[in-house]
Nanobody
Framework: QVQLVESGGGLVQSGGSLRLSCAASTRFSSRAVMGWYRQAPGNQRELVAA??????NYADSVKGRFTISGDSAKSVVYLQMNNLKPEDTAVYYC?????????WGQGTQVTVSS
């Protein structure tokens, strides 16, 4: 059973920074898509950032503020979040997709105060 464990969430003031980490219990091939999603109360889960074979993709709302990095062979993925805004408040989930499997972490809370 593959496990993803997130860490690094917390409470931060608007304009602050946090770095989320996700450690997997196994290594993945370079074909794996590693990503971060978030879900705010009353909202659907949305993609924040994704990384596959060195290529990145970001939601428009976080471009220029968030950076995803990681290494599937080392089974880690990070999300550096700068200039945080109250609307970034959500539970953040680590995700690894490698066909046909889709793995999720348990989530870590990020709260940004104004």
């Amino acid at each position: 059973q593959v496990q993803l464990v997130e860490s690094g969430g917390g409470l931060v003031q608007s304009g602050g920074s946090l770095r989320l980490s996700c450690a997997a219990s196994t290594r993945f091939s370079s074909r794996a898509v590693m990503g971060w999603y978030r879900q705010a109360p009353g909202n659907q889960r949305e993609l924040v950032a994704a990384l596959v074979s060195g290529n990145t993709n970001y939601a428009d709302s976080v471009k220029g503020r968030f950076t995803i990095s990681g290494d599937s062979a080392k089974s880690v993925v990070y999300l550096q979040m700068n200039n945080l805004k109250p609307e970034d408040t959500a539970v953040y989930y680590c995700n690894v997709y490698i066909y046909p499997n889709n793995y999720w972490g348990q989530g870590t809370q990020v709260t940004v105060s104004s």
